[in-house]
């Protein structure tokens, strides 16, 4: 059973910056893609951005510039780096990873931003 567990949400000023981590059960190898989902209240979730087994990102158009996906293969993790952050950023971030059976997700991560 693969476990995806999240790390890094909170509360911060617009403006301000967050780190979310992901850490993976197994190799992230293992993955086809990993990446972060989120959802606000009362809307789907929504890609916010993915990294590629071969390390491509990929990222909504909503926060590029603004975001940035890496990965740490040696701890098995995925991070996000939010910066300038803006309140239509909040919600629930999930951690999302896909291999060629299927898909898993994290039990997410809270992120408020306030005005």
């Known amino acids: 059973q693969v476990q995806l567990v999240e790390s890094g949400g909170g509360l911060v000023q617009a403006g301000g910056s967050l780190r979310l981590s992901c850490a993976a059960s197994r190799s992230i190898f293992s993955f086809n893609v990993m990446g972060w989902y989120r959802q606000a209240p009362g809307k789907q979730r929504e890609l916010v951005a993915t990294i590629s087994s071969g390390g491509s990102p990929n990222y909504a158009d909503s926060v590029k510039g603004r975001f940035t996906i890496s990965r740490d293969i040696a701890k098995n993790t995925v991070s996000l780096q939010m910066n300038v952050l803006k309140p239509e950023d909040t919600a629930v971030y999930y951690c999302?990873?896909?291999?060629?059976?299927?898909?898993?997700w994290g039990q997410g991560t809270q992120v408020t931003v306030s005005s």
């Open positions: 999302n990873a896909h291999d060629w059976l299927r898909g898993y």
